[in-house]
């Protein structure tokens, strides 16, 4: 039997260098394309509403004396892609509402708060499907939020479940955010931060039990501030 002749052993090797390239290449793109990353590039599980708006800002316009000025808040606000208003903060009642109200001006729940729980539910059929968030309350943790009186937990737990249960009520669809706690460094009638973690951290397994267990079905979302009062880097 003849030797194939170099034309045909060249062919061949041709043919042969061909596939093994392409399997490479095959095997790299299935590798890239196909294979799934490994767990450490996984994509983050979605938290419910913390992917709507991801920036927003604060405005106090109630403090602007010239119309003017409050226009152009409004209309800086727009150019800057903030949409409108979705998330209302219900408190500052007034002064007729709180027999203790303080004279220097500070803010504090009403005495009633069964009447509070009637304002939240007139709010939500006002701006129903309107304003979807309501954050009942602002920084618990200041005395100045409570008349200039100790801080009470208790109440404030009371107070949120009630605006929960009346806020659902009306809307099932309606979100109550707890309101954040105050960056504080202990200052007077106003614990500090860290005490509250630490004091947190020290409660027995069962004594948290027992306080998350209150806690149930007064709020759909807790709402933080970071804690730290320095401006991070551009």
């Given at each position: 039997m003849s030797r194939p002749s170099s034309r045909l052993r060249?062919?061949?090797?041709?043919?042969?260098?061909?596939?093994?390239?392409?399997?490479?290449i095959g095997a790299f793109l299935f590798s890239?394309?196909?294979?799934p990353p490994p767990?450490?590039?996984?994509?983050?599980?979605?938290?419910?509403n913390t992917d709507v708006n991801p920036y927003g800002a604060n405005f106090f316009l109630e403090r602007e004396v010239e119309a003017w000025k409050r226009e152009r808040t409004v209309q800086m606000a727009r150019e800057a892609g903030i949409g409108w208003a979705r998330q209302a903060r219900l408190d500052r009642p007034p002064q007729?509402?709180?027999?203790?109200?303080?004279?220097t001006g500070s803010s504090g729940p009403p005495d009633d708060f069964e009447l509070y729980g009637k304002f939240v539910r007139e709010f939500v059929k006002r701006y129903q499907n309107k304003i979807n968030y309501l954050q009942i309350w602002n920084e618990p943790n200041l005395g100045r939020e409570w008349n200039d009186a100790p801080i009470d937990p208790v109440a404030y737990t009371r107070l949120l479940k009630i605006a929960y249960e009346n806020a659902k009520a009306v809307s099932p669809n309606v979100y109550i955010l707890s309101a954040p706690l105050a960056i504080?460094?202990?200052?007077?009638?106003?614990?500090?931060?860290?005490?509250?973690?630490?004091?947190w951290k020290k409660c027995t397994p069962r004594a948290r039990k027992r306080i998350s267990t209150s806690c149930r079905r007064t709020r759909s979302v807790w709402a933080v501030r970071p804690k730290t009062r320095r401006i991070p880097a551009r």
């Open positions: 060249f062919i061949f090797f041709v043919c042969a260098a061909l596939l093994c390239f392409g399997g490479a890239v394309y196909l294979t767990l450490a590039f996984q994509p983050r599980r979605a938290f419910p007729w509402a709180r027999v203790n109200a303080s004279g504080t460094l202990g200052e007077t009638m106003a614990p500090n931060s860290s005490q509250i973690c630490n004091s």
